[in-house]
């Protein structure tokens, strides 16, 4: 893969700028939803939602699993980069991008239909760079 920060020195070593590849990540945003949708189950239900849902609660859950909840995912896959650069210390920079992945679920439970987004985000790269 390559590099997907990219850093720049002067002819004496000194750190010019740091900066992510923008060009290859772009460029990798629709691999990673294509990829994200094709794993995407078509319904959830009591027993997958566990799994789908990033906060967990056993009473709720075996409540809404024994009322007849279910859901689908809207097909929508919006993924997009963030990076975040710190200073750790007065020699070094710390670079990190995020991959931040959002989707759309319209959950029903009785008469009920409400539309939900549920977004994850995950480090993608790192980098300590001195200078």
Do not use: W
């Amino acid at each position: 893969m390559e590099e997907l920060i990219r850093v720049s020195r002067d002819s004496r070593g000194r750190l010019n700028y740091i900066s992510a590849d923008t060009e290859t990540l772009n460029r990798l945003l629709p691999e990673i939803e294509s990829g994200v949708k094709k794993r995407l189950p078509r319904e959830l239900d009591g027993k997958n939602l566990l799994h789908a849902v990033p906060f967990r609660g056993a009473g709720v859950f075996a409540a809404v699993a024994r009322l007849g909840f279910k859901a689908q995912y809207d097909n929508s896959v919006n993924a997009e980069f963030e990076s975040e650069f710190t200073h750790p210390d007065a020699n070094h920079t710390y670079c990190v991008i995020y991959l931040k992945v959002r989707t759309g679920i319209i959950a029903a439970l009785f008469l009920t239909r409400r539309h939900m987004e549920i977004e994850t985000v995950i480090p993608f790269a790192e980098a300590l760079i001195a200078g």
